[in-house]
């Protein structure tokens, strides 16, 4: 079975650019998970989505990040305007609902110049 | 505040040799799931091992084995017989039920190294 699909792998764009991360669940996964690691907070929860509804955004930064989940093959995190604080690793993790395991994609390492 | 500690910010470890990782929890919520990730120097998380609150024995996978001692709220991951492949940062993590069984709490990791 193919795992959590993230794009691109990298991204490197200027200050002010719109940037969209892309991530592909593995199916029949209900709950999924956008993640933002770098090194001085470590892994932080921006926000998650059940059976395509948009559950907990309270770790969205601000305004200029936004998550959809149009149906449950596929998901965004846009980040517009970009700002080189943004610069960090985004992970997607699925799984199922409940005291599961979840699953993470390989990630994007976004770099904002 | 729920929170998850990994007083061990690295360590060394000579190959075949166990190597036991330390986490603590924090949570008055009697419904949680522990679980460690492993993420190489090439960035990936991978799953590594689940443990129930309710779980009355100790999680077992392969290599893995977990310690989980409840009253002392700690659940620590042991790596028997370690490998060079071993060499990655390990993070344990928490989910709650009183989240909805939402968002995963990640400690700061340890990063371990596997000599030869």
């Known amino acids: 079975d193919a795992g959590v699909i993230q794009s691109p792998r990298h991204e490197v764009t200027e200050m002010g650019q719109e940037v969209t991360l892309r991530c592909k669940p593995i199916?029949?996964?209900?709950?999924l998970f956008w993640y933002r690691q770098t090194m001085m907070r470590g892994l932080e929860l921006l926000i998650y989505?059940?059976?395509?509804?948009?559950?907990?955004d309270s770790g969205m930064p601000e305004d200029r990040f936004s998550a959809k989940m149009p149906n449950a093959s596929f998901s965004t995190l846009k980040i517009q305007p970009s700002e080189p604080r943004d610069s960090a690793v985004y992970f997607c993790?699925?799984?199922?609902?409940?005291?599961?395991?979840?699953?993470f994609g390989d990630g994007t390492r976004l770099s904002i110049l | 505040a729920q929170k998850i500690t990994q007083t061990q910010p690295g360590m060394f470890v000579q190959e075949k040799e166990a190597v036991t990782l330390d986490c603590t929890y924090d949570?008055?919520?009697?419904?949680?799931?522990l679980f460690w990730y492993k993420q190489p120097s090439s960035g990936e998380m991978i799953f590594l091992i689940y443990?129930?609150?309710?779980?009355?024995q100790n999680a077992t996978e392969g290599r893995y084995s977990l310690n989980f001692q409840k009253a002392r709220k700690s659940a620590n991951l042991v790596i028997s017989a370690s490998q060079l492949g071993d060499s990655a940062m390990y993070f344990c993590?928490?989910?709650?039920?009183?989240?909805?069984?939402?968002?995963?709490?990640f400690g700061a990791g340890t990063q371990v190294v596997v000599t030869p």
């Open positions: 949570t008055s919520d009697p419904s949680y799931g």
């Open positions: 199916s029949g996964h209900n709950s």
């Open positions: 993790a699925t799984g199922l609902e409940g005291n599961q395991p979840q699953h």
């Open positions: 993590a928490m989910r709650r039920a009183g989240d909805s069984w939402g968002k995963l709490q």
């Open positions: 443990q129930g609150s309710y779980d009355q």
């Open positions: 989505f059940n059976n395509n509804v948009p559950i907990d």
